[in-house]
């Protein structure tokens, strides 16, 4: 079946650390796999997204590669800012039927 | 152009009352999906709809929850005689093609007290 395994967290970094929030997959296909991001109160909103290996998904500053050889789309950052403070979630969809979600990782970024 | 409007924001219910949790897609869109989201959690999938059919209701629990999406009007997720467990964020999301262009509502947070 499909799942999505992500760091725990909370994540708690200074202003201009570093990112990365881990991400697997398991898939019975070729799925699209996606970075979403929940801000307290609000609905998922989509960060980025990749539809096939190799490709790279990139927005405001985050990027994630969707490995196909580890079966990984981790997100990264360069250089944090306290706005990104958000619960940030990887998912997989194969047909666009049905997403499935990672439980999240909530990043906390410290002035 | 409005986006995925969901309505209330927040419904709280004693056990065994009922909730009605309404959800009004883009413009255009007729697919629509309904997801859970249980405190500390990820999205869980429950229901995909399109016009007066439902395609796919594996996420559902078998009792007690339904779901409609008519011709005319809102989807509605229905949850009768609800319990303490029914406590989450559901979120309600459309897209135009089933394809491509999903987007997720602002969710309705119900408390059931």
């Known amino acids: 079946g499909n799942s999505v395994t992500q760091m725990e967290g909370p994540v708690t970094l200074s202003e201009e650390a570093f990112l990365t929030i881990n991400c697997t997959y398991t898939?019975?296909?070729?799925?699209?796999l996606f970075w979403y991001v929940q801000y307290p109160g609000e609905g998922l909103q989509l960060l980025l997204k990749?539809?096939?290996?190799?490709d790279k998904g990139s927005n405001k500053g985050f990027e994630a590669t969707y490995r196909k050889e580890t079966t990984s789309f981790h997100l990264e950052k360069g250089s944090v800012q306290v706005s990104d403070s958000a619960v940030y979630f990887c998912?997989?969809?194969?047909?666009?039927?049905?997403?499935?979600f990672g439980s999240g990782t909530k990043l906390n970024v410290k002035p | 152009n409005a986006g995925v409007m969901q309505n209330p924001r927040h419904l709280v219910r004693r056990r065994g009352q009922e909730a009605r949790l309404r959800c009004s897609p883009m413009k255009g869109h007729s697919h629509v999906y309904w997801y859970r989201q249980l405190p500390e959690e990820g999205l869980k999938f429950m229901v995909y709809l399109q016009k007066e059919n439902i395609i796919d209701e594996s996420g559902m629990p078998k009792e007690r929850f339904s779901a409609e999406f008519p011709k005319e009007g809102p989807s509605i997720l229905r949850i009768q005689q609800v319990v303490r467990g029914d406590s989450a964020a559901y979120f309600c999301?459309?897209?135009?093609?089933?394809?491509?262009?999903?987007?997720f509502g602002s969710g309705t947070r119900l408390t059931v007290v």
């Open positions: 998912a997989l969809n194969e047909n666009f039927n049905k997403f499935y």
């Open positions: 898939a019975t296909g070729y799925p699209s």
């Open positions: 990749a539809t096939k290996a190799d």
């Open positions: 999301a459309s897209s135009p093609s089933g394809q491509e262009g999903y987007t």
